[in-house]
């Protein structure tokens, strides 16, 4: 992901480990990789943590990781500001033409996602420019 991101402008990685504390592997990776980056952390609860056998689908993931990232993102940009937030996932690999296609978005966008729930693809299902639903597998 470092690499693919080393090739997008404007661009600042906020990344958010699921721990307790940041730990010295992910400084050490995001100091390598030179792309402008934040880094924190935020352990998920007990309450909301797989438990082994547990199937994926049964709890939420990264929900508090995603709103700390919102939460750095106000206390740290100003409103005049123009930009976008995209929600990354660490295994997922990305074409450098998502980000120019990201950079078109005025409001709100959406895309798929491939290889996903068993599902060659999971996304919205547009209509004239409007999403009419959500193929998916959850």
Known sequence: LCQTLMH???LIWIVVEDS????DLVKRFLQKCKVKSVHLNI???EALQLENEEPVWKKS???EQRNLALTWIRDNISIREKGI???GDDDNTYDLDLF???????YVSVWPVGIC???RWEGPVCENGHVKYWHTAW
Do not use: S
């Not at 307790?20 to 730990?23: A, M």
């Open 8 to 10: 997008v402008d404007n």
């Open 100 to 106: 120019n296609e990201i950079r078109r978005t005025d």
């Open 20 to 23: 307790n504390n940041k730990t």
């Open 85 to 87: 937030v995209y929600f």
């Open 61 to 63: 993931r990264g929900v």
């Open 117 to 119: 729930g068993g599902l």
């Open 43 to 45: 352990r998920t609860p």
